[in-house]
T-cell receptor, first 114, second 110 residues
Framework: KAGVTQTPRYLIKTRGQQVTLSCSPI?????VSWYQQTPGQGLQFLFE???????NKGNFPGRFSGRQFSNSRSEMNVSTLELGDSALYLC?????????????FGSGTRLTVV | AQRVTQPEKLLSVFKGAPVELKCNYS??????LFWYVQYSRQRLQLLLRHISRESIKGFTADLNKGETSFHLKKPFAQEEDSAMYYCALSGGSTLGRLYFGRGTQLTVWP
């Protein structure tokens, strides 16, 4: 079966712009979470959605937002981009919340802010 | 507060040698613990989950609640084991969220 699909794979944006990243979870998975990966901070949790509701939010400014649709697909949006937002953004899906089967990750979207 | 510590940023061993990647955690409650691996130019993938007590690719990990550790072990390392390994924790009020350690880059020399 298809894995977690993230689009686009690469993005280059200018400071001050906004960006939307997309994540399609594994079919049947209802929990989608987002992470930011940087060399300096490692993997940091952004937010988690389940049944179209945000269930958990990490320690990121309000410029970072997301949503989940009825088909479990999710998008995250970053407004007023800053140079420090350059990172690999990973999406992960799971069958249910807190599944002890773990989370399946996508390949990520590499965002570069110039 | 929930925290995962991987004390070694880099670890090098020779092929055939035993390897142990350390993971310590801080969590009030019963955590779910995982090991994830990221091979070069590949996506992050689940290697082990503590609840299953399974062995994957020769790796095992035992949850020691007394020492709050979840070390990853393999008796005979292979070159293809070279990768970045992340320990992660979830559970309780943080359901749906993974706390990751900073990772250990394992290099297995021929």
């Amino acid at each position: 079966k298809a894995g977690v699909t993230q689009t686009p794979r690469y993005l280059i944006k200018t400071r001050g712009q906004q960006v939307t990243l997309s994540c399609s979870p594994i079919s049947g998975h209802r929990s989608v979470s987002w992470y930011q990966q940087t060399p300096g901070q490692g993997l940091q949790f952004l937010f988690e959605y389940f049944s179209e509701t945000q269930r958990n939010k990490g320690n990121f400014p309000g410029r970072f937002s997301g949503r989940q649709f009825s088909n479990s697909r999710s998008e995250m949006n970053v407004s007023t981009l800053e140079l420090g937002d350059s990172a690999l953004y990973l999406c992960a899906s799971s069958l249910v919340r807190g599944s002890d089967y773990g989370y399946t990750f996508g390949s990520g979207t590499r965002l570069t802010v110039v | 507060a929930q925290r995962v510590t991987q004390p070694e940023k880099l670890l090098s061993v020779f092929k055939g040698a035993p390897v142990e990647l350390k993971c310590n955690y801080s969590y009030s409650g019963s955590p779910e613990l995982f090991w994830y691996v990221q091979y070069s130019r590949q996506r992050l993938q689940l290697l082990l989950r503590h609840i299953s007590r399974e062995s994957i690719k020769g790796f095992t990990a035992d949850l020691n609640k007394g020492e709050t550790s979840f070390h990853l072990k393999k008796p005979f390392a292979q070159e293809e084991d070279s990768a970045m390994y992340y320990c992660a924790l979830s559970g309780g009020s943080t359901l749906g969220r993974l706390y990751f350690g900073r990772g250990t880059q394992l290099t297995v020399w021929p």
